[in-house]
């Protein structure tokens, strides 16, 4: 192992103005290899909040050395040992500070979130007793796909104190071995880029992960951690045979009789019951590891919102409703501890979705209205909602006048965005009525320009 002395001291960062009159020091530090394109914006979010900046390199062949350096970061070089833990833990033992935000390149703060997490910090050292009491600090980490939107919730240990025996532990995947209490800031939250599909292609990361979880599967065949790090790392490639070698390791790492964390056991659960949904197949096996799933996890959201999705398929409708308002009242339930979430939390729209479809097939379209309507409060340029909603609206009696009202409180008359979609979704439903009123709103001169852009 290569420790050598940083290739580039930094220069003096400004301090936060008050942060060392409440015994705040807080160390930014990372891990990092070939990020020139997220190293700046890595490090932009703690430039007001954190005292030093550590950045430990592994071998970068780009540019992020010298856009670290130049930011004005500590950079230290670590040789690649082909363990996460090992380099993490080089860098705890360059910081400074008392207290230690650990995020990687892929991942930041906003900059109102790194201002709040430095005033609780603050006040958990202000009060005699929360110093004492608490160690580190929980917040929630939003996974982003290529779109940027959130696919997934977890709850992650990212700020802790700097003591000497809180350390990374596992070659991959590795896990901080925490002390003491943990204080649960879920205002603040974690953005991660990094497991977009366009991310993993270019930095090659699944390759990397795979090779060095099967070989950590190879020397501990039995252990189901590893069994679902590699299947979670499987889930993303292109590879046809990949996504099925995952269901079968999720399926083995369940049924393994083996104890795991409870985070990766609902991880892979979740995991589990997404594929077989998103194949439209075994729904028996997907119900019987949903309703194990619900054992292991009572009044979790995702798993109530898969039972729902799995009776809807078996056509016991009145059960799926129950089951999905049990899942939308889990999900409102703020006082509730979630280590993770991969649908309902990250995106309640599809609850909503599905709540639609079950109560159409109920013929409640009382409720059916009403969940549309919550579905286009959550995204009103739905191509698919949107005309679903006027012909319901339409078939239970509701006149062209009324239907111009209530629309008119969700979008806007006089945006030539809204009134094209209005009359596309309404030309989809054949509402004639409503499609000639919105015709008829639209300026020679907006025809004209809707033209010239075609």
């Not at 009696?397 to 809204?418: A, C, H, P, Q, W």
């Amino acid at each position: 192992m290569s420790k050598r002395k940083p290739k580039k001291k930094s220069t003096k960062q400004n301090q936060p103005s008050g942060s060392r009159d409440v015994g705040v020091r807080l160390s930014q530090c990372m891990i990092v290899k070939n990020e020139e394109k997220n190293i700046e914006r890595a490090l932009s979010w703690a430039k007001g909040v954190a005292f030093e900046q550590i950045v430990v390199d592994t071998g970068s062949s780009d540019r992020t050395v010298e856009l670290a350096v130049n930011s004005g970061a500590k950079v230290y070089h670590f040789e690649w040992i082909s363990d996460f833990a090992a380099a993490k833990n080089y860098a705890l033992e360059q910081a400074t500070g008392n207290w230690i935000a650990f995020l990687d390149a892929d991942e930041y703060f906003s900059s109102s979130d790194a201002g709040k997490l430095l005033t609780i910090l603050k006040k958990i050292q202000k009060n005699p007793a929360d110093r004492e009491r608490y160690t580190s600090v929980v917040c929630p980490m939003l996974q982003l796909d290529d779109e940027g939107k959130t696919f997934a919730v977890q709850q992650q240990y990212r700020v802790f104190r700097n003591r000497p025996d809180v350390r990374y532990k596992g070659k991959i995947h590795e896990n901080l071995t925490l002390v003491g209490d943990v204080a649960a800031i879920p205002e603040i939250k974690i953005v991660h880029t990094g497991y977009a599909q366009t991310v993993f292609k270019d930095t090659n990361k699944v390759l990397q992960y795979e090779k060095i979880l099967r070989e950590e599967l190879a020397n501990s065949p039995d252990d189901p951690h590893y069994m679902i790090y590699l299947a979670d790392s499987l889930r993303v490639s292109e590879a046809e045979e990949k996504p099925d070698e995952a269901a079968q390791l999720y399926r083995q790492a369940l049924n393994s009789g083996q104890a795991m964390d409870p985070q990766m056991k609902q991880s892979a659960y979740n995991s589990l019951l997404q594929g077989y949904i998103n194949k439209h197949d075994s729904i028996s096996e997907a119900e019987s590891y949903c309703i194990r799933a619900m054992e292991d996890f009572p009044g979790d959201p995702d798993f109530l919102f898969y039972y729902g999705i799995i009776l809807n398929r078996e056509k016991d409708y009145k059960a799926a409703f129950s089951a999905l308002q049990e899942c939308e009242k889990a999900m409102l339930d703020t006082t509730r501890v979630r280590h993770t979430s991969n649908t309902v939390l990250a995106r309640p729209i599809e609850l909503y979705k599905e709540m639609a479809s079950t109560a159409q097939s109920l013929n409640d379209y009382e409720s059916m209205v009403g969940y549309l309507t919550i579905v286009l409060g959550l995204d009103k340029y739905s191509d698919y909602i949107l005309p679903q909603y006027l012909s319901v609206l339409k078939g239970s009696g509701v006149s062209d006048e009324e239907l111009f009202e209530l629309i008119g409180k969700m979008y806007d008359y006089d945006s030539v965005k809204d009134k094209a979609f209005l009359l596309r979704s309404a030309g989809a439903a054949g509402n004639e009525g409503f499609f000639n009123m919105i015709k008829a709103m639209i300026t020679d001169e907006e025809r004209s320009g809707s033209a010239n852009n075609e």
